[in-house]
């Protein structure tokens, strides 16, 4: 049981460059979230996603955009990157019986 | 959600108890005081969450006053692997409702 997977785990991307950040999770959970967070504050929500099919924006949603196409997976993809989205991401997921969130070891990405 | 008042940093001599308090005075009826720890850079780890009674598990135990309007993590035996940024959020018991982080208590647990 893997719980929640991110890859990759370190980037580097030029401004203007585009990626996609791919977060998995093996839990059947319905519900997953992106987080950001940026050195010495707390995280911040991006977007997240109820089920497949659903998405929702958080508290920071801008250059960003997410799909959910099915269960186990809710990339988020980075268009035109910008300095400003140098942090680190965090992906979480949530399901019906679980007490917390399980999260993500992270993705460390560098706009340059 | 309500919002949480954290210290930003405290001390805590390894194998003593590291008592971690948290305000949260505008809590409504139905949101639970969640805490999550985070080491170094690493995802947060879910550590406990209660109501209104007092809840222990093998990581933790959480004291929420009779008012609920303020509450205490305690790590009964701090080790120097308790060194991390503990976050206390409170949230409603919907479902998948959003976990909102403050900036929450750097732990120091020290030899």
């Known amino acids: 049981n893997a719980g929640v997977t991110q890859t990759p785990k370190f980037r580097i991307l030029k401004i203007g460059q585009s990626m996609t950040l791919q977060c998995a999770q093996d839990?059947?959970?319905?519900?997953m979230y992106w987080y950001r967070q940026d050195p010495g504050m707390g995280l911040k929500l991006i977007y997240y996603?109820?089920?497949?099919?659903?998405?929702d924006k958080g508290e920071v949603p801008n250059g960003y955009n997410v799909s959910r196409s099915t269960t186990e997976d809710f990339p988020l993809r980075l268009e035109l990157a910008a300095p400003s989205q140098t942090s680190v991401y965090f992906c979480?997921?949530?399901?019906?019986?679980?007490?917390?969130?399980?999260f993500g070891s992270g993705t460390r990405l560098t706009v340059v | 959600d309500a919002k949480t008042t954290q210290p930003p940093s405290m001390d805590c001599a390894e194998g003593r108890a590291a008592n971690l308090p948290c305000n949260h005075s505008t809590i409504s009826g139905n949101e639970y005081v969640y805490w999550y720890r985070q080491i170094h850079s690493q995802g947060p780890q879910y550590i406990i969450h209660g109501l209104k009674n007092n809840e222990t598990n093998e990581m933790a135990s959480l004291i929420i006053t009779e008012d609920r309007k303020s509450s205490t993590l305690i790590l009964p035996h701090a080790t120097l692997r308790d060194t991390a940024v503990y976050y206390c959020i409170v949230r409603k018991e919907t479902s998948g409702s959003r976990l909102t982080f403050g900036e929450g208590t750097q732990l120091t647990v020290n030899p």
């Open positions: 996603s109820v089920g497949a099919g659903i998405t």
């Open positions: 839990m059947n959970h319905n519900y």
């Open positions: 979480a997921s949530w399901g019906t019986g679980s007490y917390g969130y399980t």
